[in-house]
Nanobody
Framework: QVQLVESGGGLVQAGGSLKLSCAAS????????MGWFRQAPGKQRELVAA???????YYTDSVKGRFAISRDNDKNTLYLQMNSLKPEDTGVYYC????????WGQGTQVTVSS
C-alpha cells in the first residue's frame, strides 16, 4: 500500500527554520524523482523543490538559497530544510513524486508569522 506521511511543520517566526520529513512506503523510493509541494491558503498547490535519483535538486525561484531538499534512500525518506522563512512560505506542505502520481498524504502545516 502506497503511503506518504509528512511531518515537521509548525509555527515559526519570520527568519526561523524548520525541517520537514516525508516517509514513503509502498514505492521503489530510490527510483523516483520526489518533490515537495506547497498549498498556500486560497492558492493552488505548487512545486517548491524536487530531487531526482541522482540527487540533483530543483527549486522554484522563491525558495532558492533558503530551502534545501535531500533524500535518504535507505530510509525511504525525503527532507526539506527551510531557512530564513518568510510569511509567504505559509501553507500546507506535501510530498509526492515529481509527476504527482501517488495518493496525497495529509500534509504538514507550516505557518510563518511576521
Amino acid at each position: 500500500q502506497v503511503q506518504l506521511v509528512e511531518s515537521g511543520g509548525g509555527l515559526v517566526q519570520a527568519g526561523g527554520s524548520l525541517k520537514l520529513s516525508c516517509a514513503a512506503s509502498g514505492i521503489i523510493f530510490r527510483l523516483n524523482t520526489m518533490g515537495w509541494f506547497r498549498q498556500a491558503p486560497g492558492k493552488q498547490r505548487e512545486l517548491v523543490a524536487a530531487i531526482g535519483s541522482a540527487a540533483i535538486p530543483y527549486y522554484t525561484d522563491s525558495v532558492k538559497g533558503r530551502f534545501a531538499i535531500s533524500r535518504d534512500n535507505d530510509k525511504n525518506t525525503l527532507y526539506l530544510q527551510m531557512n530564513s522563512l518568510k510569511p509567504e512560505d505559509t501553507g500546507v506542505y506535501y510530498c509526492n513524486t515529481r509527476t504527482t502520481v501517488l495518493p496525497w498524504g495529509q500534509g504538514t502545516q507550516v505557518t510563518v508569522s511576521s
